[in-house]
Nanobody
Framework: QLQLVESGGDLVQPGGSLRLSCALS????????IGWFRQAPEKGREGVSCLNMNDFTTYYPDSVKDRFIVSTEGAKRTVYLQMNNLKPEDTGIYYCAAEFFHPGYGATCQVAGVDYWGVGTLVSVST
């Protein structure tokens, strides 16, 4: 059974750093991407990073570029999101998600393309 489980959410002051983890299990394909998405109160879910687990290419929107870094380790059982210089507008529930894709096409890294979601972890950036 495929599962994604997030951890690492916390309360942090503006300018601080936090690392989120997404533990993966049940993956048998080589062609999938892991995206991190967040949802602030009364707002829609937005993507903040995407990692192609086949060729390890990454994508970040301008709002987090140069502040967030997505990575994985050799066994590809965990995906991390390192968040630096956090701002109050980074507050929200952070979800990791899996999108499967056909070889040669790549992932969309969009909410509509997600096949499986984790349950989320709360990040609060406040004084």
């Amino acid at each position: 059974q495929l599962q994604l489980v997030e951890s690492g959410g916390d309360l942090v002051q503006p300018g601080g750093s936090l690392r989120l983890s997404c533990a993966l299990s049940g993956f048998t394909s080589d062609y999938y991407a892991i995206g991190w998405f967040r949802q602030a109160p009364e707002k829609g879910r937005e993507g903040v990073s995407c990692l192609n687990m086949n060729d390890f290419t990454t994508y970040y929107p301008d709002s987090v570029k140069d502040r967030f870094i997505v990575s994985t380790e050799g066994a590809k059982r965990t995906v991390y999101l390192q968040m630096n210089n956090l701002k109050p507008e980074d507050t929200g529930i952070y979800y990791c998600a899996a999108e499967f894709f056909h070889p040669g096409y790549g992932a969309t890294c969009q909410v509509a393309g997600v096949d499986y979601w984790g349950v989320g972890t709360l990040v609060s950036v406040s004084t």
